[in-house]
């Protein structure tokens, strides 16, 4: 271990080619910025990394994004740029004891050649809290210079004390013209599949529409696309299609893009959109996620935002979450569906939703005074003597009582709360 770390610190080459044997998508990683694919919003002219690019990284960065988007190949752009000693670490194999052997190497590199080390760290919300916390005091002397990448929100998963001294940047998922030309270099490029293939209409685009812009993805497909034609030189329709077999939706249960979708079916309910309603909610059965989790969502779906314009949806969403409780799936997802589509179609009210709301403030925040002794129920002689229920009006027969008599605690009498 530490042989290899001496080994990194003393210069690593961060754009090194992959072996012949390696994966495509390995193999094609760009070793030039003109190659990399996407995030013009970031490294493109004048853009926050085009300093960096050039040469002026400082400050440390979480790049968060989701998979095959070329955060490790930005990083290795990045490292390539400054001329740091470059270390790729991964977050996966590596434990607190491996983190400080290199933290302290990297401080001893620095204090007797004054460079620092770009530590780039993959999966870095797999790291606990003491495994972040090992990285602090170099990141905040400048003995290194911390690259981290992930997949899930760092918010939720970086050290608010780490995530404090770097900066965030967000990137996207590829656009299809950018992974089309990225799959077009693999197959001509002398390191990818070598030219001289001949790709059938269509192919490449179904590659695109299954791989959800992650170009690891798309570029595996291909090379296993490939693999099927054989000797024959000609990607088919028919050997993508294999190779895909069937799509794997972008979708993480326990993640960021779980809240994400859930959110886009919710508003898209709100906004009583009912083709965006069925496509979010069919992406999420076709992930796998858990029905019932549907279930509850539409559940309140139809108290907050249809509420008293239809009370009826309410009994739609809990009889669809039954059905599914019954049936699982394949077949529950229908009722599921139903049930969306019919809160999506319904006419919406949130009156009940902010009057609660209001409410509940006025609780918080005012006395819990004494129930009016009016609206005291007198069930004994004593509570009578007392004063309960002296001077209560029933509406029903005195229908003056709606106007006249008040129903709340005097410290809030004429407060409003519902209003259509």
């Known amino acids: 271990m530490s042989g290899l770390f001496e080994e990194e610190l003393e210069g690593a080459d961060p754009l090194e080619p992959a072996p012949a044997d390696a994966p495509l998508a390995d193999r094609m990683r760009p070793l030039r910025l003109e190659d990399y694919q996407g995030q013009a919003h970031l490294v493109g002219e004048g853009r926050i990394l085009s300093r960096a690019l050039a040469g002026e990284l400082s400050q440390s960065l979480i790049l968060w994004g989701p998979p095959g988007v070329g955060k490790t190949t930005l990083a290795r752009l990045l490292a390539q740029a400054s001329g740091l000693a470059f270390v790729p670490y991964s977050a996966v194999l590596s434990g607190i004891k491996e983190i400080r052997e290199l933290m302290g190497r990297a401080a001893a590199d620095r204090q007797r050649t004054g460079?620092?080390?770009?530590?780039?760290?993959?999966?870095?919300?797999?790291?606990?809290?003491?495994?972040?916390?090992?990285?602090?005091?170099?990141?905040?002397?400048?003995?290194?210079?911390?690259?981290?990448?992930?997949?899930?929100?760092?918010?939720?998963?970086?050290?608010?004390?780490l995530l404090s001294r770097c900066r965030t940047l967000l990137l996207e998922p590829l656009e299809g013209p950018q992974v089309v030309t990225l799959?077009?270099?693999?197959?001509?490029?002398?390191?990818?599949?070598?030219?001289?293939?001949?790709?059938?209409?269509?192919?490449?685009?179904?590659?695109?529409?299954?791989?959800?812009?992650?170009?690891?993805?798309?570029?595996?497909?291909?090379?296993?696309?490939?693999?099927?034609?054989?000797?024959?030189?000609?990607?088919?329709?028919?050997?993508?299609?294999?190779?895909?077999?069937?799509k794997v939706t972008l979708y993480d249960k326990s993640g960021e893009e779980h809240y994400n979708v859930i959110s886009a079916l919710h508003k898209s309910i709100r906004n009583s959109d009912a083709d965006a309603t069925l496509y979010w909610v069919t992406r999420m059965m076709t992930a796998g996620e858990d029905g019932n989790f549907i279930a509850r969502r539409l559940i309140r779906a139809a108290t907050e935002d249809v509420g008293l314009a239809d009370p009826f949806a309410l009994r739609i969403a809990l009889d669809a979450g039954e059905a599914f409780h019954r049936l699982g799936y394949p077949e529950g997802k229908l009722a599921l569906a139903q049930a969306a589509v019919y809160l999506a179609r319904a006419r919406k009210s949130d009156a009940v939703y902010r009057a609660v709301a209001e409410a509940e403030q006025d609780v918080q925040r005012t006395a819990a005074e004494p129930v009016p002794k009016h609206l005291r129920n007198a069930a004994t002689r004593v509570m009578r003597e007392a004063g309960y229920g002296e001077g209560y009006r029933n509406a029903h027969q005195d229908p003056g009582a709606r106007e006249e008599m008040s129903c709340l605690p005097p410290g809030l009498e004429g407060r409003s709360y519902f209003r259509t």
């Open 115 to 161: 460079r620092r080390t770009l530590v780039f760290v993959d999966e870095i919300h797999r790291f606990n809290k003491a495994q972040q916390d090992a990285f602090l005091p170099h990141v905040e002397r400048g003995d290194i210079v911390l690259v981290g990448a992930t997949t899930e929100n760092p918010s939720f998963e970086v050290n608010g004390a």
């Open 183 to 246: 799959l077009r270099r693999a197959l001509d490029a002398p390191e990818g599949l070598g030219g001289g293939w001949q790709v059938e209409d269509g192919a490449l685009e179904r590659i695109v529409g299954a791989t959800d812009g992650d170009a690891r993805r798309a570029l595996t497909a291909l090379e296993t696309a490939a693999a099927l034609a054989g000797d024959s030189g000609r990607v088919r329709l028919e050997d993508v299609e294999e190779a895909l077999q069937r």
